[in-house]
């Protein structure tokens, strides 16, 4: 994120579902995929937030690229 910052780049991630591995382990994917560690998802949604007819903006960064 700080080189993204540093550059006036967005910053993304890959979100790769893991069927049979909890909170806490390793995923071993191999080759140039590497490993990652298995995180908790977010339990909120923004549910409150659409049904008030809020806007969630991009960010302001985005428009740099």
Known sequence: M???MINSKTT???LIPVY?????EKAVFG?????????KVNSY??????TRKGKIPAPIHSFKN
């Open 20 to 24: 049979g591995k909890g909170v806490g």
């Open 45 to 50: 949604d923004c549910e409150g937030f659409v």
């Open 31 to 39: 080759g140039l995929l590497g490993e990652a560690p298995i995180m």
């Open 12 to 14: 993304a991630a890959r």
């Open 2 to 4: 700080a080189i993204g």
